[in-house]
Structure formats: C-alpha cells, structure tokens
C-alpha cells in the first residue's frame, strides 16, 4: 500500500521522533513513557490509515517485555506470588514502557518518512551527497533484500529443490548476498560515472519541501523537549 502525500519534510518527522526520546530518557517515568507512545502511535497510525505501527511496535517491545520480567520480576523485596515481587514487576514495566515510547517514536518518524525524500533532503545538508546515498541504501536494503529472497525461493520451487537447514546457506542466503552486492556494485559505478564524489552542492528536479516553520520546528521542537527535561 503507498503511503499517502505529505508536506512534512523527513528531516522534520525525524527530528520530532527524536524528540520524543529527549522525552522519554530525561523524564524516564512510566506516565510519560505511556503518554509518548500513545502519541506516537496516534501519529503513526493516521499516517499509514491501519494499524502497522501500532502492530511493528507491539511485536518488537513482547520480547523485551518478556526479559524484563524474567530479569527483574523475581528479585525485587515485597513478593506477592512465586517468582514475583511487586516492586521487581514495577521496574519490569517501567523500563518496558520506556523502550516502547523509543521504539514507537522510531516508527512513527519512519512511517512519516519517504525514503526518496529523506535522501533528496539530505543531499542539500552539507556533505549530504554521501549521507544520503548511505542513508538511501540503508533503508532501501531491506525491501531489496526480500525481494530477492522471494526471486530466489521461487527459483528454487521451480527447480524443485526443497530449502533446508542444510541447504539454506547455498541455495537461498549466498544467492541473495551475491545478487545484492552485485547490485550495490553496479550502483557504485554509475554514481562515480556520474560525478557523485566531487565536492560542491547538490541540487534536484523535484526539491523536497520544506518551509521557514517547519525549519523552526526542527529547532524549536528539540529545545523545548530539553528545557522541559531540565525543568522537570
């Protein structure tokens, strides 16, 4: 599913996600932990119109969830059932909370990012050829990279050869690693070619938008999540 239109600059959805760690870390209680991701998720999820981020940020905060109790539930001093203490179950939530408003902010910036726009405006930083191009790449790996797996086990289907533990690493990881470095070389190639390492700015067809606000924003956003921190 494409992700909508927006105005937001990715700078500038990067910057607020930030933000909301500065919040999370400095305030570090559950109430603010619990207030941030439900912002998060809120914006998130009004971006992409389903419920994906709230999904990816539940998925990856379970099994931090699980260790946290596990580590902290049994040994703390007031026990309320075996293996449970209730001050080791409150430092369990208390730090679950505060990596899931980090995780949710994540997402969230990411869901309000466009990986074309985030490397056009990064190119207009300065030196922000190589970033964004390490940026692009980055962030572009993980669709390519299972793309190619569906390519490659397919492949495999057709030549009816099973994939198993023994033949995962021949038959399915080396080609897929063969293939994108082949790609990334090729991509290299052309951006020398180009003229992408030679000094001086860089301009595109289609500039990203961006405005004096939301160039305010980014500044003013962070600044008052620290003096919040600090007077809090």
Known sequence: MPQPQTRLNPLTALVIGASGWILALGINTPIASLAIIAAALTAGTWRTRNP?????????????????????????????????????????????ARFTALVACLLAAVAWTRTPDLAKALQSTKGGNRIGYIAGTTLQLGPQGAHRARITSDANRLKQRPIKAKTVVPHLIMPVLTELLTQAGARGQALETAGYDLTGPRTVLYPVHDSILQRATRILIPLTCVAVVLWI
């Open 52 to 96: 994906s981020v709230a999904a990816a940020t539940a998925l990856l905060a379970a099994p931090v969830a699980t260790s946290m109790v596990l580590i902290h539930a049994p040994y703390g001093e007031h026990k309320i059932a075996p293996l449970i203490t209730s001050d080791g179950l409150a430092d369990a939530v208390h730090l679950t």
